[in-house]
């Protein structure tokens, strides 16, 4: 597609339940970052995938969450047994195409919701 | 890890004004983006400016690395301009990949 996709726009779940995010990035990019945005902050940074591998996954706040991008190209963030504190929105950027190589490119977001 | 702190946070103009909104940053980069968020909340890219100046209509960009620091000047404000300027930093002596965002300048233009 000509920019990054998200599924869902919307999610909202019960505590202690599991929840996948989806997450298309530009067509040929190489790298794929996911961040978390709560309310009135900017985008924290979670993991960072440089084809297949988790090139850096030192922004995930604890084993409950993980991510993988088995083909290099589509991710999903998972999350399991949610709490309320894992309530925001979870951005999805990719980068490396041509000659913006560094430049991210974001999706629009998937809003979760633990109730 | 890198600091990046953004001045001024909250900033409200009259639509035709000038502005420049700031990035301080703690470390050496090799990244450095600039984004405006929109109210619905996209992130959507207005420089990719690891160094120097470039311009792209109202808005430019200037970065010296060297002194850790960018600017971003937008010129005859408009209401479309109004939502929150973040600067995303990547780099510093640890050779991390991680972007690191400042807190943001929330821009109200008003009519």
């Known amino acids: 597609g000509a920019g990054v996709s998200q599924t869902p726009s919307n999610k909202v779940t019960e505590k202690g339940k599991y929840v996948e995010l989806r997450c298309d990035p530009i067509?040929?990019?190489?790298?794929l970052y996911w961040y978390r945005q709560s309310l009135g902050q900017g985008p924290e940074f979670l993991i960072y995938?440089?084809?297949?591998?988790?090139?850096?996954d030192s922004g995930l706040p604890n084993d409950r969450f993980f991510a993988v991008r088995p083909e290099g190209s589509v991710s999903t963030l998972k999350i399991q047994r949610t709490e309320r504190g894992d309530s925001a929105v979870y951005l999805c950027?990719?980068?490396?195409?041509?000659?913006?190589?560094?430049?991210?490119?974001f999706g629009p977001g998937t809003r979760l919701t633990v109730l | 890890g890198i600091q990046v702190e953004q001045s001024p946070p909250d900033l409200i103009l009259q639509e035709g004004a000038n502005s420049t909104l700031r990035c301080n940053f703690s470390?050496?980069?090799?990244?450095l983006q600039w984004f405006h968020q929109n109210p619905w909340g996209q992130l959507i890219n207005l420089f990719y400016?690891?160094?120097g100046t470039k311009q792209n209509g109202r808005l430019s960009a200037t970065t010296v690395a060297t002194e850790r620091y960018s600017l971003l000047y937008i010129s005859s404000s408009q209401t479309t301009d109004s939502g929150v300027y973040f600067c995303?930093?990547?780099?510093?002596?640890?050779?991390?990949?991680?972007?690191?965002f400042g807190t943001g300048t929330r821009l109200k233009v008003l009519a």
């Open positions: 067509s040929g990019h190489t790298a």
């Open positions: 400016i690891p160094s």
């Open positions: 470390d050496s980069v090799n990244n």
């Open positions: 950027a990719s980068s490396g195409g041509g000659s913006s190589y560094n430049e991210q490119f």
């Open positions: 995938f440089q084809g297949t591998g988790a090139a850096d």
């Open positions: 995303a930093v990547r780099g510093g002596t640890s050779g991390t990949y991680k972007y690191i």
